[in-house]
């Protein structure tokens, strides 16, 4: 089957840094998503890995392993803005699918 | 900027009323999907459309139909609208160029109630 684990709720402080993980188990792996999801809003692209490794944007660095099942989001110099959901999700080869987590409450306190 | 939006923000409606949930993207995108987003259970994936006129059932398509007579235009119809379809709705929508690597666009979501 499928199946995507992440951690319900994480607080960090702000300014400081924070790593949200993420583990899958899926047949035919083609890629990553992380989205942010801010209370009452839609879901918002962040970033997408293909490929085993950390690619950074900003403040925000996404790491992928394949083999491990294992993706995490981190985000440094946390704003309070950054208080919201973090969404990971898989897409499949072969197929037009997304399976999503069921994210990530981060909470950023002063 | 990919541009998503939905008929409704806020819907209540009653227990065996018909609704229609609208969507319409503005970049041309081939794919078009509908979630529902519940608390604790994340995203769940209703029906979802790879070129007109087609449609693919998701993971909890039971309750729910779908239409896509337009490439920018996908509508899911619940035939009779129950309790347990009280939810925030997600349109998305998605090209097949390599470039854009499947990336889904939302629309702003509709919360419904039925009551």
């Known amino acids: 089957g499928q199946n995507i684990d992440q951690p319900t709720e994480m607080t960090a402080t702000e300014g400081a840094i924070v790593q949200i993980n993420c583990t899958y188990q899926?047949?035919?792996?083609?890629?990553l998503f992380w989205y942010q999801q801010h209370a009452g809003e839609a879901p918002t692209f962040l970033s997408y890995n293909v490929l085993d490794g950390l690619e950074e944007k900003g403040r925000f660095s996404s790491f992928l392993s394949r083999s491990k099942g294992y993706s995490y989001l981190l985000l440094k110099e946390l704003q309070m803005k950054d208080s919201a959901s973090y969404l990971c999700a898989v897409t499949n080869t072969g197929g037009f699918k997304t399976i999503f987590g069921a994210g990530t409450r981060l909470f950023v306190k002063a | 900027d990919v541009k998503v939006t939905q008929s409704s923000r806020y819907l209540v409606k009653r227990t065996g009323e018909k609704v229609f949930l609208e969507c319409v993207q503005d970049?041309?995108?081939?794919?078009m999907f509908w979630y529902r987003q519940d608390p604790g259970l994340g995203l769940r994936l209703i029906y979802f459309?790879?070129?007109?006129?087609?449609?693919e059932k998701g993971d909890i398509p039971e309750g729910y139909s779908v239409s896509r007579e337009k490439k920018e235009r996908f509508s899911l119809i619940l035939e009779s609208a129950s309790t347990n379809q009280t939810s925030m709705y997600l349109c998305?929508?998605?090209?097949?160029?390599?470039?854009?690597?499947?990336?889904?666009?939302f629309g702003p979501g509709t919360r419904l109630l039925v009551l």
């Open positions: 970049m041309d995108h081939e794919n």
């Open positions: 459309s790879y070129d007109v006129k087609m449609k």
């Open positions: 998305a929508s998605s090209s097949r160029e390599l470039a854009e690597q499947e990336t889904q666009y």
């Open positions: 899926t047949s035919g792996f083609n890629g």
